[in-house]
């Protein structure tokens, strides 16, 4: 058995991690590879984190897409490969005319969660303006979707299931920059990354909008470190390139926005 207590003293998302620790015991017991629901990228990280110290079993996530937010995991015991054709995901396609009555990301999760499924069954969704949106679910709900799924807003929609070669995800745009700090605090390289002031940044930082590895951070001296993603709603994220110190002792640091 799992230290299931232990595992749990730290971790933010407790109930979350405590039923994907108890898929991993069946993992364990069964020698079968187990699947999660969809995780959010917090609880992701810290499942993910909480795998990395253990030596019975390993993790794979997946949720359609290189850039995907919601993930589900596979967990197997570490003597089993684990490859993504076995974290089972279908496509649907949520088609409608939104010329006159646009909707957002939030109308098509609401019209979703309005037909009583939960949010840990449904992965991303992809809004495409004027024509409607895609989501990824997990399979055994795309007949009811269909069925089920037949209003956003005031909109009618046609739910069908889609080939994943359908699925119309764009990549990010990438802006590459460096920035010549006296120190790697958030408040810093945050506010030259995201071309807003640092008084700026530090309010957002307080009032808790600003995530590092997907984790809440309200203080603006934390410190960052090469490898680490910033994100702030709406504004996309940042990653933390390679770090070098000058000859006057500042920090050189690379960075990528993702927009």
Known sequence: MLPKEELLKSVDNRD???RVLDQ????????ETVVTDFLSPPERVEAETIFQRLTDVHVLSWGGYPQAERQRLAIARTDLPLDQSQISLALINLAGNFMFDPATHRDFLGAILGTGIVREKVGDIIVLGERGAQAIVVPELVEFFTQALTQVRSVPVKTQPLDW???RVRPPKKKEMTTVEASLRLDAVASAGFGMSRSKMADLI???DVRVNWQAVTQPSHTLAAGDLVAIRGKGRLEIGDVAITKKERYRVNLTRYL
């Open 16 to 18: 979350c991690l405590a």
């Open 24 to 31: 991993a015991e069946q993992a364990i017991r069964t020698w």
């Open 165 to 167: 070669d359908q699925l």
């Open 206 to 208: 307080g009032a808790g």
